[in-house]
C-alpha cells in the first residue's frame, strides 16, 4: 500500500464502515479489496485506480450513503481529489458509480478493465458461505423475514422497482446470489465464482429440506 491516496482511502473506510451491521463493515470491504489485488494481478489491470475504487465501492451505495449517493459521490471527490489526477479520480469514480447490481432484468457493463475487476470482486464477496452469511445479516438489519413461501422472488425488471423490494431473505438467492456467477466478467474471477455458487446450491437444497421437514440422507 504505497500510494497516499490508497492509505487515504483505506482508513478512511475503515473509520467509515466499522460498525456497519448489515453485512457492509469494514471487513466485507477488506476482502473485496483484498479479492480486487488478486484479480487485478491476474489480470495485468492498473492497480491503484483498482485498489481505491475497492476500498470505496460502498461510500456511495444507494442502500448505505448518508443523503444518497450523489452525497456519497462528493464525499469521495472531497477525499480523493489532492491525492490523484483528474483523469485517475473521474475513472474511480465512474466505477464507483457503475458498480451496484440493480435487478435481474438491469444489465450493469463496466466500461474497463479495472471496473470490471472492482465489480467481479465485492460479487465474489456476495455468493458462498460468506455471502449467505451476509445476506441473512442485511436481511436481519432491515428487520425482513428469512422466508416467506407465500411470497415468491421477483425478477425485477427496473432499478426503481429493485430498491422498493421488500422481500425475504431467501428470495435475495433467486433475485441476486444465484445470478451473480453469470455475469462475473474476469476468466480469474469466473474460476473463484463456480465453487461458491456451487455451495449456494447445496446450502438451499438443506434448508428446503429443513423447511419442510423432510428427514436428511
Not at 462528493?74 to 490523484?84: A, F, G, P, R, S
Amino acid at each position: 500500500m504505497t500510494h497516499p491516496a490508497i492509505q487515504k482511502a483505506h482508513d478512511f473506510a475503515r473509520g467509515h464502515f466499522g460498525e456497519d451491521g448489515s453485512g457492509h463493515d469494514w471487513w466485507h470491504v477488506h476482502r473485496v479489496w483484498n479479492t480486487a489485488i488478486y484479480l487485478a494481478e491476474e489480470e495485468k489491470a492498473n492497480r491503484t485506480v483498482v485498489e481505491i475504487a475497492a476500498l470505496l465501492h460502498d461510500v456511495a451505495d444507494w442502500k448505505l450513503a448518508d443523503g444518497g449517493e450523489e452525497a456519497g459521490m462528493q464525499q469521495i471527490c472531497d477525499l480523493l481529489t489532492d491525492e490523484v489526477d483528474g483523469k485517475e479520480l473521474d475513472h474511480v469514480c465512474a466505477i464507483i458509480r457503475s458498480l451496484s447490481f440493480k435487478g435481474a432484468g438491469v444489465a450493469t457493463p463496466m466500461a474497463t478493465l479495472e471496473g470490471k475487476i472492482v465489480q467481479d470482486a465485492d460479487r465474489l464477496d456476495a455468493i458462498g458461505a460468506i455471502g449467505i452469511a451476509r445476506a441473512f445479516a442485511y436481511g436481519g438489519n432491515r428487520n425482513r423475514l428469512i422466508h416467506d413461501p407465500d411470497k415468491p422472488p421477483v425478477m425485477h425488471e427496473s432499478f426503481e422497482a429493485y430498491k422498493k423490494n421488500k422481500g425475504a431473505s431467501i428470495n435475495h438467492f433467486y433475485e441476486k446470489l444465484l445470478l451473480l456467477k453469470d455475469r462475473i466478467n474476469t476468466d480469474a474471477g469466473r474460476k473463484m465464482a463456480e465453487e461458491r455458487h456451487r455451495f449456494m446450491e447445496t446450502y438451499l437444497d438443506q434448508f428446503f429440506r429443513e423447511w419442510e421437514g423432510t428427514p436428511l440422507d
